[in-house]
């Protein structure tokens, strides 16, 4: 395998790390945080520079919250700062993680979002007789740092870059050496690297007709029982010898019985909400609806997050819910 190498100065080559400010800040322009970095922007950019090019970043003010939607998750929002670096190192290896991925792999990549995995997994659904569902334990909390250096070793070979690397990785820990915070750009990249190995034995060693993996969940299908079984136990196998990963209970079915993916049923000729977003559309609604009423939210407002929500439920069967509650 060739190693990509003479990434670092492009990394902090001043129009990279403007553009990457620019990425940055997206949306969040009124933030103190980032007004006091704008106010100072070529000194900011000169000592990120610097760091870059020294291989000794300054990593790990994090800021911690959780969130409940649409389950418990602590979030980990690193600094304004942090975020530029993140986003100057992915400018340019964005290519080089991209090589590694299989054309059924989603999220943290171009075109290849929910709704083009939600498309691909009707196709197969549609296609195959039997699935079986993957879903790994506590993902980014069991990502193992030493074994994610090795792998990141085996596609980068800039030592500056690869010190980088491992200093992001080691700002943040869920156990010892286990752990990758949720919510950074760098966090998303290194999790679908992660796993794009168990992709490749997965489709290349047990020649899985179908599969798609978003993030951590992935589906496989055959129109053989027996084929899938087999190949849910060699993955729990490989994911916990090779990554360090345990699956939870695997859901093997037929597949008229339906699939819960992303959020959604999604049936031989049919998809529907999953009983978990179905109440996630019903509450959300009425919570928007009474920030309209009691005049917490504008008109302005109040469509900002409700259209987001539709265009959710849109992709689904939902014309009767939706009817009942707007109408």
């Given at each position: ?296 939210w504008t008109q302005n407002e109040y469509q900002k997050h409700i259209l987001p929500l539709l265009a959710y439920t849109n992709y689904a069967e939902t014309k009767g819910l939706r009817e009942n509650l707007f109408y």
């Open positions: 395998m060739k190693r990509a190498g003479n990434l670092i100065h492009k990394i902090a080559d001043s129009d990279n790390l403007r553009l990457a400010f620019y990425k940055a800040r997206k949306g969040k322009d009124a933030k103190q945080e980032i007004i006091e970095y704008s106010n100072n922007l070529d000194e900011n950019l000169l000592s990120l520079q610097s760091q870059i090019l020294s291989a000794n970043v300054r990593v790990g003010n994090y800021h911690f919250f959780t969130i409940y939607d649409p389950k418990e998750r602590q979030i980990c929002a690193a600094s304004f700062s942090e975020r530029v670096l993140h986003h100057a190192i992915m400018n340019v290896c964005h290519p080089v993680f991209e090589q590694q991925q299989i054309f059924d792999s989603y999220a943290t990549r171009i075109n290849k979002g929910t709704y083009a995995a939600l498309h691909r997994a009707e196709y197969f659904q549609n296609k195959y007789q039997w699935f079986l569902k993957l879903d790994i334990r506590k993902y980014f909390g069991s990502i193992d740092h030493n074994i994610l250096f090795i792998l990141l070793q085996q596609k980068f070979k800039d030592h500056q870059l690869l010190q980088i690397f491992k200093q992001i990785i080691g700002s943040y820990e869920t156990e010892q050496n286990k752990g990758l915070p949720i919510g950074n750009l760098t966090s998303q990249y290194f999790a679908n690297y992660y796993l794009s190995f168990a992709d490749r034995f997965i489709k290349q060693e047990l020649k899985i007709p179908a599969y798609v993996r978003y993030m951590d969940d992935m589906v496989l299908w055959s129109n053989s029982k027996d084929h899938l079984l087999k190949a849910g136990k060699v993955t729990t196998m490989f994911l916990s010898e090779k990554l360090a990963l345990k699956l939870k209970t695997y859901d093997l079915n037929i597949n008229t019985h339906g699939i819960t993916f992303l959020g959604y049923r999604i049936f031989k000729d049919k998809i529907r909400l999953s009983a978990r977003s179905k109440k996630r559309f019903i509450t959300k609604t009425k919570q928007y609806e009474n920030k309209l009423k009691n005049n917490e």
